[in-house]
């Protein structure tokens, strides 16, 4: 099946800074979407891509899916402390079947 | 309007005990996918419902098992277990089990298994 990697697993940024992330796979994408986890919270949906080259953004964060759909992106500019969290990359295959990355853990020193 | 919501919010039992979770969906919802995620880690496909059948597997040994009732609400059982089945349970629900769409998590069950 379809896999994502995210690497590194974790990032340290002081606040203002921005924040890219990637996601990549081998194989080509249907889709992407990306999911943010808090501490002791749930994955919560943000996004979903579909579109070669698709860039979408939702105030200070902007994705975008790569021309050949083998990688997405996730940027924030001048993060904050409420950006904290776990960020996954996920696709789905021929169903609603999720795939997970293993998430980027993000901490925004203030 | 009620989201997701998932019963207990923490459980611990012993290994070798059987333990059931229950997920109903978010209004409207008809699928429902159950995730394990282990700490530190992405969920874990384990399975989805959708009119009461079993669509798709994950990887999952056959220990674990669910149900899916007439309202749509699910069941996630799992017997004999292993202190490796400690981890965070997701319940995912959406309308219709199609790639586009979305998926909207519960805030999960607990387990500890000792």
């Known amino acids: 099946g379809q896999q994502v990697m995210q690497i590194p697993q974790y990032q340290h940024v002081q606040e203002g800074e921005d924040f890219t992330t990637y996601c990549n796979s081998s194989t080509t994408l249907s889709n992407i979407q990306w999911y943010k986890q808090r501490p002791g919270g749930h994955p919560v949906f943000l996004i979903q891509l579909v579109k070669s080259g698709e860039v979408k953004k939702q105030k200070r964060l902007t994705f975008q899916f790569g021309e050949a759909k083998k990688n997405s992106s996730l940027h924030i500019t001048a993060t904050q402390t409420t950006d904290v969290g776990t960020y996954f990359c996920a696709v789905t295959g021929a169903n609603s079947k999720l795939t997970f990355g293993k998430g980027i853990t993000l901490s925004v020193r203030p | 309007d009620a989201g997701v919501t998932q019963s207990p919010t923490h459980l611990i039992k012993t290994r070798g005990q059987q333990v059931t979770l229950r997920c109903s969906p978010k209004s409207g919802h008809d699928t429902v996918s159950w995730y394990q995620q282990a700490l530190g880690q992405g969920p874990q496909f384990i399975f989805q419902?959708?009119?009461?059948?079993?669509?798709q597997r994950g990887n999952f040994p056959d220990r674990f098992s669910g149900h899916q009732f007439p309202n749509y609400s699910s069941e996630l059982n799992v017997n004999a277990l292993l202190l490796g089945d400690s981890a965070l349970y997701l319940c995912a629900s959406s309308l219709g089990w199609t790639a586009h769409d979305t998926q909207y998590f519960g805030p999960g069950t607990r387990l500890t298994v000792l």
């Open positions: 419902y959708y009119e009461e059948e079993e669509r």
